[in-house]
DNA sequence: TCAAAAGTGTTGTCGCTACACCCATGT
DNA sequence: ACATGGGTGTAGCGACAACACTTTTGA
């Protein structure tokens, strides 16, 4: 590949965010260049002057994971002087949304080490990323009642527990079973698929699929998925 | 005042709504120079590299306004490959909310005129201005049920006429007076000052003030400016 | 038979909507 | 006296919150 200009001042971070197992986690990777060397970061780079800026998460999230077609969201511009100190370095933060189950480990060049860290036990990080990620966390939290962003974390088929998981593991609170299933199904948007869970050691749950003409049909209504 | 280097492919521009007469408006600039020329465009400019990304858009308000101390919020980062003829340019779109009571009208060297323009009819705009002043418009809108614009485009004493005026103007729909008023009285972050309109031909609307603390109390309350 | 999670209805309360007339003031 | 906006109350309805037990399945 021939060498490509990057706008040396100008970079992109990325949270990328994941659900497993009942807790949402993102992904970190441990620096292992100066400066920051040896601390959690998130994962980022700078913008090539011949690509679009929405472009560059999506790359980057190439590079490092393998995966295409990720949801992406931007979330903010941070441009305080002091926030990287090699030099001056404006950054766009993006929020994507994968699932742990399709994601398979891709170690770029520069990336020593890809860590999933719940997003309840963050550790230092490096630089003001610690910021970064606190406004993707919170962007997210206001996105879960506008937009049906479990489908980018649950598979194509999920109980309603799984869709309750996810919202409770997102906005930090817990809902009432018959209250959230009630408000869920009268939506309209969930299809019964007729099937159910598999090898699991308890009465198996249904699995539902989401309908998107029903969904537009929803959203002509004004309805959100605020709970 | 010495010279200061431009990140020459990272600008600001600023969607500056104020509230004239009972209708939102947003303050375009004629452009006077190439590329544009004569096209109504939003202000704008580089941001110097010994600068705060923030403190960009306040101090092109400034030169353009004179005004300080102005409430900006951040709408989003455009960086398409094609948005700017002459070169990339990735730019960093801010709204502002100003009384226009308070506004005094400073004409800079690169604004040939200013033009404040109601939201309802927006003409064509230089480059991709349009798209810009949309997501602003757009952020506004959201924001008006969570924060208190109006406290930024009324005076300090304003009777409840006028802020159902702010509402009506940007949620662009209307309200039943008396829904409105029982809502906003209920918040009790509306104090009566006692005081009444003067010099109207029409009975003297009652004037009240913004209760700040009792807003604070509101927010723990969970309380917003939902309609 | 036990453990673990799935699944299921009702009732009360509160907030929202819809709706029409009289009042104060300046011209 | 008239034109202009200011100011007020109620009733019905619908949405949400609170709340506990039975069912299914595999181990």
Redesign the pocket.
Known sequence: MAERTEIDNFSIDCVIFGFDEGVLKALFIKRNTEPGFGQMSLPGGFVYLDEDLDAAPMRRLYDLTGLTDIYMKQVGTFGKLDRYPLRRVITVVYYALVRVSDYSMQIGPDASELHWISVKKIPKLAFDHKELFSAALAKLQEQVHIDPIFLKLLPKEF????LQDVYEAITMETF????F???ML?LGVFLDTGR???????????LYRFNRKAYKKMLKRGQMF??
């Open positions: 109980s309603l527990s799984d009432d079973k018959r209250n299933r009630k408000r009268s159910k869970q598999k090898n699991v050691s308890h009465r198996a749950a249904r605020v709970i």
